[in-house]
């Protein structure tokens, strides 16, 4: 039980570090995107969030760096 507060612990302070810088960016994207169609925000932050949760691949960082663009152009 011990072990599993502890890990816990450690998963919580290394999701809140990880994601503290990026927070008011998800948080613009994410209230962004509803105003568009809904199979198209549902999409779109889910991409987004896997690009924020994987982005040492490629395809993650291209995706973080042409998402502010494509939401401009819709």
Same mark, same amino acid.
């Given at each position: 039980? =011990? ?11 290394? =999701?809140?570090?990880?994601? $503290? ?11 962004? $995107? ?9 999409? $779109? ?6 690009? =924020? ?5 490629? #395809? ?10 494509? #939401?401009? =152009?819709?």
């Amino acid at each position: 039980m =011990i072990l599993l507060l502890f890990y816990g612990m450690k998963l919580l302070a290394f =999701i809140s570090d990880f994601f $503290t810088p990026m927070l008011p960016l998800l948080l613009f994207f994410l209230f962004l $995107t509803p105003l568009f169609s809904a199979p198209l925000s549902c999409f $779109t932050s889910l991409l987004l969030f896997l690009a =924020i949760l994987y982005p040492h691949y490629p #395809v993650s960082s291209a995706l973080l760096f042409f998402y502010p663009c494509v #939401v401009l =152009i819709l």
